[in-house]
C-alpha cells in the first residue's frame, strides 16, 4: 500500500515515469476498490488546496490577521466530528470551484430573461468568435503582451484583459459595451459576460435584450437599456442604470438554489443605483445612479432649429474632419472633468458611411488624473474647456481621424495667465506631416508645421510662422490656419487678420491621433488656457468660405474683428 | 400588467424550474465528477479548468438529458470526453492515463456514494487544522502559495528528496486521519 501511495503522490506531482505510470494504472485495474481509493485519494488532493485557504481564512477571521505559515508541530491522532460542520461551511466560503461552478451553471441556463436564451449552435458558428473590440482608445489590451493570435476577437470562455484606456467590444447578438481599464470581462456567450473586475458600461439594442453581465456577487439581465456595473477589489459590485431598466441578482455566491437568487433580485430603472457587497455582511441598497462614474458614449444629435446660437453657421459643413464645441457632446466625470467630447463633423458626414454612434469618434481622456476640466461660462458667457498647463499635464487625445493633405484650422481660444513664458502646444494635427498650433509667449500665439520624408532631401522640415501681433491673457482669440502645399500656402489668421505666412513643408496626410493641450508625444509642452471649439477641415477652403468661416465664429464669440 | 409581461413572466418561471432542477442535480452529481476529474487530470489547475468546461457542457446540453435516466452517469461521460480532450491538447505530457483506465475509474465514480465525497470533503478540513511543524509549512507553501518543489527546497535550504519525503509524509498522515475521522463518525 505504502508503495502506492507513493505512486500516487508522485502522479499528483508530475513525477510518474513511464513504468511508474503503467504500475499504477496496473494496481487500479486490478481491483474495482482501487479505482475507488484513487478517486477518493485524487478528490482529498485537489480539495486539499479549498481545505488550507479556508483554514487560513478562519485563522485570519478569528485573530483579526493576515493569515501565517504555522510553527512546528507534529500531527496526531484523529480530528473531532464536532468539527466538521465549521468545516463544510469553510469549505464553500474558500471553493472557488463552488462559486465558478454554480454561476457556470445558472449563467448558460439564464433562467430569467425571456428573449435570452443562448443558442449554443448558433454561439459556436463563426469559428467561435462571439465578440470583438471594435474600438480602443488609449487602451493596453493584456492579451495582446503574450502574443495571443488574436486579441480583438473573442471566443466563449476567453477574457479580455486590459489595464488601461478603453476598448469598445461588441457581442454577436448586438449588445455593446464600453470597458474601462484596468478591467477583466470574461465573453460567456454571444449576450453575456463576467465581469471580474473593472467598469463597464452596456448598450443593449432591441435584438440583445436579455443581455447579461455576471460579476463575482450579481447578476444583472437587461430589459433594453443602458447600465453601468463596476466591480472592486473585493468582488463586491454596483450597478447603475442610465436607460430602460434592468434586473439585478444579488449575492450568488451564498445562493445554494436559483429561487433563492431570485427571491434577491431587484428592480432597477433608470437614475437608479444599486450595490452588492459580499462578505460577513451582506446588504442591497438603492441609490441615484451617477452616470458620470461611468464611460458613455454622448449623443450626437444637433438640434440646429432650436440652438442656432449653439451651432456655429460653418460652411462646407461635409468637408469638416474635426469640430469640436464645448457646448455639445461633452462627457463630464464627477468632477467636472473631460472624459470624452464628440466630434460633431461626424454628424455631417454623408448618410452613406452609416456610422454608429460608436464609430464616430471623439477626443478622449481616460486618465481621470489628466483631464482637463470644463467650464460652463469659460468665457463669452460660453463653456469651454481649461488646461492646466505643465503644472497638471492635462490633454485630451482624438480617436484616429482622417486628414488631407490640404486643412483649415479655426481654433476659439484664450491662454490662461502664467509667470513663465508659457509655451504650450494648442493643437497637435496631421499624419506624418505636423500642424501645430503654439502658444509661444505669454502673450503671443504661432504655428509652424514639419515633417519627415524619407524620399526627399532634406529627409526633415520646419517651418515656423513668425507672429508678432500679441493677444492679452484671458482674453478670447480666433486662431485660423490655411494651409495647402499644392497650392503653396501656408497663412495665419488672428480674429480675421492675417498676421504670418510662409512656405508649407509637405502633406498633412494621415489618419492620426491628434492632441489638444499638449505636445504629439504627450509628456510635454502643456497648453495652458481654454479652448471653446475647434474646426479642421479636410481641405483648404477657399478665401470666400475661409471667411465666412471666421465671421461665424467671430459673431459667436462676440470677437471683433482685428 | 400588459400580455406581453405576462407571457415574459410565464417563461421566466418555466425557466427557473428547469433550472432549479439542474442545480440541485449538479449538487447531488458534482463530487463524482470532481473525484474523476482529480484522478484523471493530475495538475489541480487544469483539474479546475477541466471541471469548468464540464459544468459548462452539462448546463449548456441540460435539455439534452433524459430526465429517465441517472444523472451522475450522464454528466460522467461528459467528464470523460472533456479529460480525453485535455490529454489531446497536452499530448506531450506522458503522465496521461489509457482509455482502459478511464474507464475503470468512471464506473468506480458512478458507484461510489455523494455523501460519503462530501464528508472526506469536511473531515479533510478538520485534518488540515491537525497538521503541525514541517509538515505543515511544506503542505501550506506546495498548496495554498502554490510554490514548485525545487524552490520550496530552495527556500528551506534543503533538497529536493527532502521535501518530496516531507510532503509524501504530510499526505500520508492526512489520507490516515482522514480515515480514521470517517471512521470514528461512523461509529
Known amino acids: ?562 | 400588467m400588459t400580455q406581453k409581461r405576462i407571457q415574459e413572466s410565464s417563461m421566466v418561471k418555466a425557466e427557473g424550474e428547469r433550472s432549479e432542477d439542474l442545480a440541485v442535480l449538479w449538487l447531488k452529481a458534482e463530487p463524482a465528477v470532481r473525484a474523476f476529474v482529480a484522478a484523471t487530470v493530475w495538475d489541480a489547475h487544469h483539474a479546475e479548468d477541466v471541471l469548468q468546461e464540464v459544468a459548462t457542457v452539462v448546463a449548456k446540453n441540460y435539455d439534452s438529458y433524459d430526465a429517465s435516466r441517472p444523472f451522475p452517469p450522464w454528466c460522467l461521460g461528459i467528464a470523460r470526453l472533456k479529460v480525453l480532450e485535455y490529454f489531446r491538447a497536452n499530448s506531450r505530457d506522458r503522465t496521461t492515463l489509457s482509455n482502459g483506465t478511464l474507464l475503470a475509474l468512471e464506473s468506480a465514480a458512478q458507484n461510489i456514494a455523494e455523501d460519503h465525497l462530501v464528508a472526506r470533503r469536511a473531515a479533510l478540513q478538520a485534518c488540515v487544522r491537525k497538521l503541525r511543524g514541517r509538515q505543515r509549512q511544506v503542505i501550506e507553501m506546495k498548496y495554498l502559495l502554490e510554490v514548485s518543489i525545487e524552490e520550496i527546497a530552495k527556500r528551506l535550504a534543503t533538497s529536493v528528496n527532502a521535501i518530496g519525503v516531507t510532503l509524501h509524509r504530510a499526505r500520508t498522515n492526512l489520507r490516515e486521519c482522514v480515515k480514521l475521522t470517517l471512521a470514528e463518525t461512523a461509529e
Not at chain 1, 465549521?86 to 469549505?91: D, L, Q, R, T, W
Not at chain 1, 454561439?123 to 488574436?150: F, H, L, P, Y
Not at chain 1, 441615484?288 to 450626437?300: D, K, N
Request: include cysteine.
Open chain 1, 1 to 562: 500500500m505504502n508503495n502506492v501511495e507513493k505512486l500516487f503522490d508522485r502522479y499528483v506531482d508530475g513525477l510518474l515515469t513511464s513504468e511508474e505510470l503503467a504500475d499504477l494504472e496496473d494496481w487500479i485495474a486490478s481491483d474495482p476498490s482501487h479505482a475507488k481509493q484513487f478517486l477518493e485519494w485524487s478528490a482529498t488532493h485537489l480539495d486539499l488546496g479549498v481545505a488550507l485557504r479556508s483554514d487560513a481564512l478562519r485563522e485570519a477571521v478569528s485573530q483579526s490577521r493576515v493569515p501565517q505559515l504555522t510553527q512546528p508541530e507534529n500531527v496526531s491522532g484523529s480530528a473531532q466530528p464536532q468539527n466538521v460542520l465549521g468545516s463544510a461551511v469553510g469549505y464553500l466560503i474558500v471553493s472557488g470551484v463552488a462559486v465558478i461552478l454554480t454561476i457556470g451553471i445558472l449563467s448558460l441556463i439564464r433562467p430569467w430573461s425571456s428573449g435570452g436564451q443562448t443558442n449554443v449552435a448558433e454561439t459556436e458558428t463563426k469559428n467561435g468568435v462571439i465578440a470583438r473590440v471594435v474600438q480602443r482608445i488609449d487602451c493596453v489590451i493584456e492579451n495582446e503582451k503574450w502574443g495571443a493570435s488574436s486579441a480583438t476577437h473573442f471566443e466563449a470562455g476567453q477574457s479580455v484583459l486590459i489595464s488601461e484606456g478603453l476598448a469598445i467590444i461588441e457581442f454577436d447578438r448586438g449588445a455593446r459595451v464600453i470597458l474601462e481599464g484596468p478591467a477583466d470581462l470574461e465573453i460567456v456567450s454571444d449576450n453575456s459576460g463576467f465581469l471580474r473586475s473593472g467598469k463597464l458600461t452596456a448598450n443593449v439594442p432591441e435584438s440583445a435584450i436579455g443581455f447579461e453581465i455576471v460579476t463575482p456577487n450579481s447578476r444583472v439581465v437587461d430589459h433594453g437599456t443602458e447600465f453601468g456595473i463596476s466591480v472592486d477589489a473585493n468582488g463586491d459590485s454596483e450597478t447603475h442604470v442610465f436607460d430602460g431598466e434592468v434586473e439585478l441578482f444579488a449575492d450568488l455566491n451564498q445562493a445554494t438554489s436559483p429561487t433563492e437568487i431570485e427571491s434577491k433580485s431587484l428592480h432597477l430603472v433608470e437614475r437608479e443605483a444599486a450595490r452588492v457587497t459580499n462578505g460577513v455582511f451582506h446588504e442591497t441598497e438603492h441609490f441615484p445612479a451617477s452616470p458620470r462614474e461611468f464611460i458613455r458614449v454622448a449623443s450626437l444629435e444637433v438640434d440646429e432649429e432650436n440652438d442656432s446660437v449653439t451651432v456655429s453657421d460653418l460652411p462646407q459643413r461635409d468637408r469638416l474632419a474635426m469640430w469640436f464645441e464645448a457646448s455639445q457632446g461633452v462627457q463630464l466625470d464627477a468632477d467636472s472633468r473631460i472624459v470624452s467630447w464628440q466630434n460633431l463633423a461626424s454628424a455631417y458626414q454623408p448618410k452613406s458611411t452609416n456610422q454608429s454612434s460608436f464609430e464616430t469618434s471623439a477626443a478622449w481622456q481616460v486618465n481621470s488624473q489628466r483631464r482637463p476640466r470644463w467650464d460652463k461660462d469659460g468665457f463669452a458667457n460660453r463653456p469651454a474647456i481649461e488646461f492646466g498647463g505643465f503644472e497638471s499635464n492635462e490633454f485630451l487625445a482624438t480617436s484616429p481621424i482622417k486628414t488631407g493633405p490640404d486643412t483649415t484650422v479655426l481654433v476659439v481660444c484664450s491662454f490662461g495667465r502664467v509667470s513663465g513664458l508659457g509655451y504650450g502646444h494648442i493643437l497637435s494635427l496631421g499624419g506624418r506631416g505636423k500642424l501645430i498650433m503654439v502658444r509661444s509667449k505669454p502673450q503671443l500665439p504661432g504655428v509652424f508645421s514639419w515633417s519627415f520624408d524619407h524620399e526627399q532631401t532634406p529627409k526633415f522640415r520646419l517651418r515656423s510662422l513668425e507672429v508678432k501681433a500679441e493677444i492679452a491673457e484671458e482674453t478670447p482669440m480666433i486662431g485660423a490656419i490655411r494651409y495647402s502645399s499644392n497650392s503653396n500656402i501656408f497663412q495665419f489668421y488672428q480674429n480675421g487678420k492675417l498676421v504670418a505666412e510662409g512656405d508649407p513643408v509637405g502633406s498633412l496626410v494621415g489618419n492620426e491621433s491628434h492632441i489638444i493641450g499638449c505636445g504629439n508625444e504627450r509628456n510635454r509642452f502643456f497648453f495652458k488656457g481654454r479652448v471653446a471649439e475647434i474646426v479642421v477641415y479636410d481641405h483648404m477652403l477657399d478665401q470666400q468660405s475661409f471667411s465666412q468661416a471666421s465671421s461665424a465664429l467671430m459673431k459667436k464669440y462676440g470677437i471683433e474683428f482685428n
